[in-house]
């Protein structure tokens, strides 16, 4: 059977078989531009589940078997096969998640590094060897080989706003550390998801090495993410999701990548021009429905005016409008999601925030909105909006805008806008968060460096040479000479 169906149901991947699921019930996916069907994926049983998994974990131990250098080599025929489909997937993504059709080329064409980078960096993991000696009282003559060996079977859950990179730099890491993959796609991207598969099928993937899975949460959610044979979890998606899948996971490794409130400091010395923009960007791509994206300003009350006019002239000149127009604030990607934004922004103004510039509402379409004068009271001084809009909150010193921080469930990353870098070193010891950003907005790149949260942000650390550490666990052989 071909990937491509003519009626639109997009079949799933079995020992590099596509396949229609026995149950015959499917999941449609609508457009977040019009609401128009995408195509639909099998709603799979978890029998079929059951199978997918067992027949990743059958060949593993033949995979890790494999050379390194073969892996490697097929993660680098699987780069070119991808950038032949950019235009074919980027046309998928941004049908299915409403991204420009430039933005979701932009990511076929990332990932396609991602995972050239990955199959380098995989060649480049050792092991270590220890003498006994170095511990008082121990043998010379004992020796420990430490071996970095895969976990197994790795089940891999991508997010929908970037379906095809944050699904890549799951599975390449994975398969160039010998672990076979059960792929989960978030359902809204998960054709995209698919289609990056076939790449992967394409470039000479063996049978059962990588399987999808799809379907509805509540049928096949927990019931493979608590598998016997799956052998660790990485995820990408919504911290409460994150959090039921690490109590799920029990007794097996597990890295997450959940959610923000990524605030931007702003201290009085900043270039104000450069901060408004590098605001607006960060807040306000994809229409905020980014992890990374600025979702908190903290600025200093004695420049904040001057912050506040700077970014109401640039939201204002921003198109907004469908992903097919090539808008800058595009729709997002449900009703319910617009729903709780707009439920945000409504509390906000009941409780006393200034509206320096608000959207329009237009079923699921926000145009951005700008509140200053947002306080701890408010809902979105502390909720992750996911959505298009900025709320300033004026404070009169940097360490007010610390204790904000701090007092944040949430740790992803932070920015910190000043001419004194002695300052930004100060603050940026003092804030509790995986990156931080002095001068520039918050964001995930470059895919080599490393991506952590802390908190309700996550666990573990992603990043290429950090994502394959996380896929290999350590196994120790003691010679006793």
């Not at 160039?176 to 796609?185: E, L």
């Not at 995986?434 to 802390?454: A, C, E, I, M, Y």
Request: aromatic residues 4%.
């Amino acid at each position: 059977m071909s990937l491509r169906q003519d009626k639109k149901v997009y079949p799933y991947l079995f020992n590099n078989e596509w396949k229609e699921s026995t149950t015959g019930e499917t999941v449609e996916i609508m457009s977040p531009d019009d609401g128009a069907v995408v195509g639909a994926v099998p709603a799979m049983s978890q029998d079929e589940v059951d199978q997918a998994v067992k027949s990743a974990s059958d060949v593993q131990e033949n995979w890790e078997a494999t050379e390194g250098h073969e892996r490697s080599e097929l993660l680098h025929r699987w780069a070119e096969e991808l950038e032949k489909m950019t235009d074919e997937i980027g046309e998928k993504i941004h049908l299915e998640v409403g991204k420009t059709l430039s933005a979701a080329k932009s990511e076929v064409k990332r990932t396609a590094q991602l995972i050239r980078h990955t199959a380098e960096e995989g060649l480049r993991t050792h092991g270590s060897f220890i003498q006994g000696d170095a511990f008082p009282g121990a043998s010379k003559a004992t020796k420990a080989m430490v071996q970095k060996v895969p976990h197994g079977v790795v089940l891999a859950i991508s997010p929908f706003n970037y379906p095809v990179n944050l699904a890549a730099s799951k599975i390449a890491p994975a398969l160039i550390t010998g672990n076979t993959v059960v792929f989960k796609p978030a359902t809204q991207g998960a054709i995209s998801g698919l289609l990056m598969v076939e790449a992967l099928v394409k470039a000479g993937l063996p049978k059962g090495v990588l399987n999808v899975v799809t379907g509805r949460g509540s049928v096949i959610g927990d019931f493979v993410v608590t598998h016997p044979s799956i052998d660790m979890i990485t995820f990408t998606g919504g911290t409460g999701t994150g959090q039921h899948i690490a109590k799920q996971a029990s007794m097996i490794p597990v890295v997450l990548e959940l959610g923000g409130k990524d605030p931007a400091i702003v201290l009085e010395d900043a270039d104000l021009e450069k901060t408004a923009k590098e605001i607006v960007g960060g807040a306000l791509s994809y229409s905020g429905q980014r992890c990374t994206a600025i979702k908190r300003v903290m600025v200093m009350n004695s420049v904040a005016d001057e912050l506040v006019a700077k970014i109401k002239d640039k939201v204002e000149t921003l198109k907004v409008g469908k992903s097919s127009e090539n808008a800058d604030i595009t729709p997002m990607i449900d009703q319910k999601s617009a729903d709780f934004v707009v439920s945000l922004i409504d509390d906000a103004k009941e409780k006393g925030a200034t509206v320096v510039t608000e959207g329009i509402r237009n079923e699921n379409l926000l145009g951005a909105t700008v509140l200053d004068n947002v306080t701890e009271d408010m809902e979105l001084a502390w909720e992750e909006q996911f959505g298009p809009v900025i709320p300033i909150m004026r404070v009169e010193n940097e360490l007010e805008a610390i204790d904000l921080e701090k007092r944040n469930q949430y740790g992803l990353q932070a920015s910190i806008f000043t001419k004194n870098f002695e300052n930004a070193f100060t603050i940026a010891d003092k804030l509790n968060v995986g990156t931080v950003q002095v001068n520039g907005k918050t964001s995930r790149g470059p895919d080599h460096f490393p991506f952590l949260g802390v908190k309700n942000s996550g666990q573990g650390v992603q990043g290429i040479g950090r994502s394959i550490d996380s896929m290999l666990r350590d196994k120790v052989l003691v010679l006793n000479l």
